[in-house]
């Protein structure tokens, strides 16, 4: 299953943005999803994972932590991330990806990454 994010765009220090991720297919093919972001020159780091199904299973990095949140919405078979209150920081490419979750450790999936949506936040 293809994953595709979008939503991405330029904002200002503080700005708020909602990305959201979709799959090619008809749901998604795996029992939790993960948030990546790749800056320019950086690793990708993971931002924030779900259990699908499972509301408050939501797990954040301190650095997103209470600015960021994830949800499901099971009707459009999207999976969102809401960022709120955003900083120059936070500028990088967002992507989705199918995994799975063992506590609080997320292992993506051993398929290709899907096309990312750029985020930037100016100054």
């Not at 299953?1 to 297919?25: K, R």
């Not at 320019?40 to 993971?46: A, D, H, K, S, W």
């Not at 209150?85 to 292992?107: I, M, Q, S």
């Given at each position: ?53 499972s509301?408050?299973?939501a797990?954040?990095?301190?650095f ?48 290709s990454?899907?096309k ?8």
């Open positions: 299953v293809q994953l595709q994010a979008s939503g991405g765009g330029l904002v200002q220090t503080g700005g708020s943005l909602t990305l959201s991720c979709a799959a090619s297919g008809s749901t998604f093919s795996s029992t939790a999803l993960g948030w990546y972001r790749q800056a320019p020159g950086e690793q990708r780091e993971l931002v924030a994972s779900m259990e699908l199904g509301p408050g299973s797990d954040y990095k301190d997103v932590k209470g600015r960021f949140t994830i949800s499901v919405d099971m009707a459009k078979n999207m999976v969102n991330l809401q960022m709120n209150n955003l900083r120059p920081e936070d500028t990088a490419v967002y992507y989705c990806k199918t995994g799975r979750r063992l506590g609080h450790y997320f292992y993506p999936s051993l398929t990454w899907g990312g949506t750029q985020v930037t936040v100016s100054s």
